[in-house]
Structures are given as C-alpha cells and as structure tokens.
DNA sequence: GTTAGCACTCATTCTCTCCGAGTGCTAACA
DNA sequence: TGTTAGCACTCGGAGAGAATGAGTGCTAAC
C-alpha cells in the first residue's frame, strides 16, 4: 500500500522533529511546527493510520509517536533530501585533512578523530587492505652480521619486512644472492601460485639454505594471505551524548561491543554484504548486532588503486541526522582515497619532485 | 607524627574493606570483621583521629569513612603487602601471551586486550620508541620501474620504508650505487650528525641526484627523530563496572578523556618524571590531570634490548586493589618485553633455526 | 473529510515521611 | 587512663502519594 503525500508530509516531519529533539512528538506539536494546514486531530488520524502500518511507534500511551525502523528505513529510502554541507564547512574539513602524514596507522587515526569531530559520533576506519594481492618483490638485506632483514612487496603497494637472525658467516653476497634468486622466481606470484612443485625446484635449487628459504617464503605467504581489515575506533565516548544513552546500561552494553576491534570489524563485513551503492545504511537490528539495536551504521566505501579497499562509518543512534552524516561521509571518503594513495604508490607523477 | 599500630591496622582495615565494597565504611563493621580486638566505640575513636589527621573523609556526617587520597598513599607505601598472583592465574596469564605474534601493531592491541581482561580496567599500552637512536642502515630497492623503495632500520630496530617515485630511466644500477653510497655515509649516525657541512659534502659527491638524496635524507631524519610513544587503550568501558561511575556525566568526562589518545600520552610523560622504581602509582590528583580526579594510574616501563623503551599500565578506580594490580603488571611486562625482544631483534641466537 | 472538545492514560516530578546506618559525646567501668 | 556502653542526633535514600501535563482516542459538530 502507497503512502498518501500527506502521510508522507506527516511522516517525515515527525522523523525530522524526533530527530533533532529526541522527544516522542505529539499531534500538537507538528500541527504548530509545520506549515501542514491540518489541525492536530487530523494530524492524530494520520499519525494512529502510521503506526497501524508500521511506521510509527509509541513508548506508552500518553506520550507521543517515534519512527519506528521501518519508518526509518523508508526515511532514509525516500524522503530524506540530500544536506548540502556548507561552503564554510568543506573547507574546515577539507583544510584538516590537507596535512602531510607519514605513516598508514597515523593517517588512519587521525581520519577517526576527524570524523568523529564533524559528526559526533563514535567513528570507524578501516585500514586499506587487499583481498587476494601478488608479489611485486622481496628483497633480504643484511642489516649486520648475523641479521638479516626481509623485505616484502605486494602489487597492492603494502610493505612489509621481518627481522630474522642467521648465523655469523653468511655474507653480504651469498644474501644477495638468493635475494635476487627468490625475486626472480617469485615476483608476480599470488600467494595461490606457490605450489608444492615450485617451491620443490626453488629449494631444489639452493638445497644448502633450505631452512632460510623456508623462513622467508613463509613471511611471503603471509604478506600474500588475506590480511585483516584492522580498524580504528575514534570517538567512542561521543555516543554518550545522545539521551538513549543516559542509560548506563545501555552505554556499557554498547561500549563494550565497540571496545572489541574484532567486533567492529565483524560487523563491517557483514554490512557490506550485496551491496553495490558507496554508501550502506544498517538502522538498528539491521545490523544483526544485539549491541546495535539502538544505533544505526553508516558506512561509506574507499578504494586506494585497483586493489586496495576499505571502509569508513560511522555509529550513532538510531535518530541522527542521516542526511549530514552521508555526506560528510562522503567527502571524507574522497579525500582519503586520495591521501592514501599518494602515500601508498608515491607522489602524484605530475608534480614529481623527486624525479631527477 | 607517626600512626600508632593500632592506628595503622585500623586504617588498613577500612582502606580495604572500602576496596572491596565500595561502600563508606563503619565502625561497627570493623570491629565486626576485623579481629582487632576493639570495640566500635574504641574504633570511633581512633576513625576521628585519623580524619583529623588527613588519612579519611567523610562523605557526610552519618555515613562511613572514606579513604583520603592521602590514605591511599600512605597504604600503597606502608601497608600494602604485596599479593602473589595465583599458579592458576600465572600459567593462565602466560599462556595467553604465548602465541605468534606477526606484527607490532597486534601485539599492542593484544596485550592491551590481555591487561584489560586480566585486571578489569582500561589497559594502556605504549609502542616502544627510541629516544634518540642510530642509523644502522638505509638501503634503496627498485621495485618496478619509476618506483623505489626506501627502508631504514635504526639501531634500536625499528624499521620504516616509503615508497617514493622517480623518473623512469633511472635503473637498477643507479639505484644501487646511491643506496652503497648513502649506507657507508650515514651509517652509525644520530639525528645530530647529520651536519651541514657532512650535508654538503654528500650532495656534492652525487650532484646529479641532489633532489632525490634530498628526499631520501629527509626521510631517514624523520626516523631518527624523536618517535612519539605511540599509545593504545583497551577496554576502556570497563571503567563503567565501577559504582563511582554510575554517574553518566563523570563516565563521560573520563571516557572522553581517554577516547584522546593524545592525553593519555601526554599524562603518562609526566606520570613517569622523577620514578626511577619500574611501577609507579598515581593517585587521582597526583596525576595532574582533571578528569582523572576519581582514579588512579598504575605503570609499569619495559625495555627492549637498550634503546627501547615504552609503559604499559592500567586506569582504574582510586579504590582499586594496587596489590594484584602491581603483581600482574610486573607479569606481563616482563613477558612483554621476551615477545618485543624476539620480534625486533629476532629470534634468540639459542634455539635459532634460521641459521644454516 | 476536518476539526473542536473532552475524558482518559500514564510517565515524571515533587513532597513528605520513615528508616537505618553511622557518628559524637558522655558517663561508667577496669 | 584507656576502653566501652548507651543515647541523642544527623542525614542520605527509599517509598508512597499527589499533582502535573503532554498526549491520545473517540465523538459529535462543522
């Protein structure tokens, strides 16, 4: 069954109003606040139809109505009209983010704290990860007698090294060597391709450091394996400003969800299932999370080249402001990409300066 | 003044009592619980003094005593006797730090997890840092045309790399040659040798690179640097399990506090002035910090080899149990700084299999 | 179809009282 | 002189009503 305008009308004002007071709102109330041309008990006819379909909801008797999350759901489906951030407000985010980071961990939580300061909300983000990425290179150097470093790089432009220890009279050439041996037959490999008949012929080939090699292609494998989507959470606290969460209870329930990483991480999966658009709202037990039954997930997804992918969001209570958090999200999410990438695969070639 | 022994007895019976209870303490109950052989009146008495004198408050006229930040000093210095944690607890606690770790970043997060868990309350870990190391070595590597990889590893073992890019033609040869050139030159040098007269020289030797060395010493000066001790918080809703922070308001001056990472650094900076023993307690204003008003921070500092050091500790309650708070911190530092040791400095020369 | 009016509901707030844990003081006791 | 019993007093907290008021649903009139 359709929704008539006015329910429509009636609909939305009652989600706006609830959202920006938190309140349950009454007839009265949006008789007076919007310019409908209805009077309060035609408001209370439309507002029982509402409920009766599922849209609203009502805490007891004498107080008024709140969406319920079908009544969010088709909010944030229909009626919701995109927020156009401010001129003045682009540019302070814009201006926060144009900083020169240097290492992955630091951009990534400084982007949370970010977030979390435009929206208020607890924020989420996840570090770039590849799904399946090959080997571009490994290299080993000898850092000093007896110590050797391993160098690994994927085509996803992740690098990763370990620092094992080998014994004493092994040279800088005999590294070397098998340095450039493994690069040769390694390179462009997934992580798929390192069959038991390769790897027989590589250690085949250089028998007398077996259990080196051994060492070394396990570390390849790992930077190859799936890595995890680590994530940050920045701002958790600020879900305490929300009067749903006045309750301690509540908030500890909550907190403590969000407090596990892998919990976070879980969930983020999850919501990105079949799901094609950029942006993926889960409003309450959408999620799948008891924790969440009172929040909603927005999360906005980035990509860092071709291979590298990850997830931004944030979480706040179910009544937030959708529309603003959308398309701050947004922006963020762009101007990440592009800081990420920088970082990752090097400065833009255009203005190269480190060309000579 | 010196506190009598009954005096001293009396004031360890309620300071844990209050521990353990969280409820004002009074008369009547210690001489009920504790075998001081007094009577209530008697113990009245020695309270009023004792108040008198500093050690406890009184939240108001017909409630219990409390415990004076004072009073807690006075136990954590004089009467605290020390707790041993349990074979159980022991064998438990190891075993769940016995596992493989890969990275830097997990092991933090993991052994925040495990302090958390083991204590109950907010766990702070900080990343071991140098303050002020060596160049052990920078090395240059082609990773694919147009594309070089910069790795330098201090000597207290940390290694970092950035990806930069350069112009085309320039080829593995090239690449090589700086990256000997640059390892004899800078090798063994701290943040302060690099001169620029020494500067001028380098650049002059290898004109035709001059922006590219440019780039590439920068780089390696922001790793000698003064690394900022990273910080990580794990469990910090477990605060909320504490009746005084039923409150919603105080829970959310704490939590927002903490939620910045960079307070909890800056706190554990001066949390760590003038402490030569390796834990040092602070009890709620001692830390110099507002919002810490209520609790306490206990730290304990581990090294690595000789150049790394860092702190891990707890937040909790100014009512906490120090006793198995200190035990435990003592037990996972120790056991931090094996898993560190092994990680950065790789596996220990003994039961090395790396070697051939 | 819309609206005014009215009886009814129910969470919240407040006021008041009662209760009990705890104190401080005094006087008696060893 | 130190210890203890006894008693009056304090004060926060819990509980019971009562008052308040926002909001509803229904009915009847426009």
Redesign the pocket.
Known sequence: MELSDRKRAILQAIIEDYISTA???????IAKNHDL??????I??E??DL?EMGYLD????????IPSEMGYRFYVDSLMHRYSLTMDEISSLQRSMDRKYNQLENVISEISDIISKVTNYPAIVELPAAQKSRLRNVRMMLIEKGSVLIVVVTDAGVVRNRHINVSDNIDYEVIDSISEFLSTQLTGLAADDFTAARLMLIYEAMAQYGEFLKVVIEFVLECLGNSENRVYIGGASNILNNPEFENIDRAREFLSFIDRRENVSNMLRLSGEGVDESISIKIGSETGVEAMRDTSLVVASYSVGDKLHGKIGIIGPKRMDYARVVSSLELINGKLSEILGRMLYGEDRKDDKNGF
Chains 1, 2 share one sequence.
């Open positions: 309140e349950p709102v009454g007839s009265r109330n041309g209805l009077s309060a008990a035609t209370r006819n507002m029982a409920e009502k805490p007891h008797t004498s107080a008024g109505r």
